[in-house]
């Protein structure tokens, strides 16, 4: 293996390297001919495919982490968190919470869910909690 590396590295690369006719300014690259473009096709290639793994490498990972889209498009974009609480004397008969995050009326649904489920193909839809009958 180390044997087939050594004379690429060694004898193939560099004869390949110097069989290259590589203009001097890039008003050169019109003068190339059909037989020249495709003798540097491979260095082309290699060169993209290095260049695209350290793209990835060292600009990849950081995006990675945000590759799953935002449930919270706009809502208090300012916190860290978004956390709500109510007092349970507060909530009244029946309440509907929002699970969707588009509503302007946050924690609370106003109906927006409709709306992105239309346009998204989506299903979501609020939390609705009732008191039981004679419950107080
Ligand atoms: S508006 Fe979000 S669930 Fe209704």
Not at 33 to 39: F, V
């Amino acid at each position: 293996m180390m044997e087939t590396v050594h004379i690429f590295v060694k004898s193939s690369l560099p004869k390949y390297l110097r069989s290259l006719n590589v203009p001097k300014s890039f008003a050169g690259f019109a003068n190339l001919s059909g037989e020249d473009w495709l003798n540097l096709c491979p260095l082309f290639f290699c060169t993209a495919v290095f260049v695209m793994a350290v793209y990835r490498i060292f600009l990849g990972g950081s995006r990675r982490k945000n590759k799953l889209p935002k449930v919270n498009q706009s809502l208090m974009k300012e916190d860290s968190k978004v956390v709500t609480q109510m007092d349970i004397e507060d909530i009244g008969d029946k309440i509907a919470f929002c699970r969707c995050w588009r509503s302007k009326k946050f924690p609370l649904c106003d109906g927006a869910h409709n709306r992105h489920n239309a346009e998204s193909g989506d299903n979501v839809g609020p939390l609705l909690l009732r008191r039981a009958e004679g419950e107080k």
